[in-house]
């Protein structure tokens, strides 16, 4: 490695470590100014489960600490969320100058358009799927127990019911993406639409609760999504064509 392509290196290492030390600090910022509301934060988040709790029944915390460390990681990650589109943008400007200009013009919506995707996803878990589910379990539960859910795991079932969520509602971008990289086509993506339906079952038998109730809530929605994503790729392939067209 020659000395230009060194001092190229080094240059591309501190702007990345700028980068990441811009994202890091606005993540702490919003954090630190969340923190006198955190304990109103997690009973927001615990809001779906306590509306159906028994009247007068409360969640329970088993650990020493884990009336304080509990809240503090939502309030962590509630930050993230919000600090995001920041974080975001510090990706996009360290990677933008190495694109080619196409390639800038697919990358910019695909960011934006797979992080509002995912935010909906979680969206649409805590204020349709959560209520249902609890609702659901409650009806089912034996009349001689009290139900008092633990803190941590209640934290533990919504985070990976966000990432599931968030995840199933990335499928149109999956969609498009496949499309326009060329890996497959409009009419192949018809043709795997049954093994795609059984495909969206299987996986949300696997990652959801084991009751009908959520897991339709996720195989349908991702079903949905994918003939989102066959529909607006249709619409890629008709672009493109006619670019090709125009410069032929």
């Not at 190229?8 to 890091?24: G, Q, T």
């Not at 309030?75 to 360290?94: C, E, K, R």
């Amino acid at each position: 490695m020659n000395a230009p392509q060194e001092e190229s290196f080094i240059s591309h290492l501190v702007e990345l470590r700028d980068r990441l030390l811009r994202a890091v600090v606005a993540v702490v910022l919003v954090f630190v100014c969340l923190m006198p509301w955190a304990g109103d934060i997690y009973d927001l988040l615990a809001l779906p489960m306590m509306a159906n709790l028994p009247e007068g029944t409360r969640m329970i915390a088993t650990g020493v600490v884990t009336p304080f460390f509990v809240p503090v990681k939502v309030t962590l990650l509630v930050a993230f969320v919000i600090a995001l589109p920041f974080v975001l943008y510090q990706a996009w400007a360290f990677i933008a100058p190495g694109l080619y200009a196409h390639e800038k013009r697919l990358g910019l919506p695909l960011v934006i358009g797979s992080t509002v995707l995912f935010l909906a996803g979680m969206a649409f878990c805590y204020f349709f799927v959560f209520g249902t589910v609890f609702k659901f379990i409650a009806q089912f539960a034996p009349k001689s127990i009290t139900p008092a859910p633990d803190i941590e795991q209640y934290l533990a079932f919504v985070m990976s019911m966000f990432v599931a969520f968030g995840i199933t509602f990335e499928v149109p971008v999956i969609v498009i993406l496949l499309v326009k990289i060329g890996l497959v086509d409009v009419a192949k993506l018809k043709e795997v639409r049954p093994y795609v339906i059984v495909g969206a079952f299987i996986v949300a038998a696997v990652v959801t609760p084991p009751d009908v109730v959520s897991q339709l809530m996720l195989a349908i929605p991702m079903c949905l999504l994918y003939e989102a994503g066959v529909f607006l790729a249709r619409f890629v392939v008709k672009r493109e064509v006619g670019v090709e067209s125009g410069s032929a």
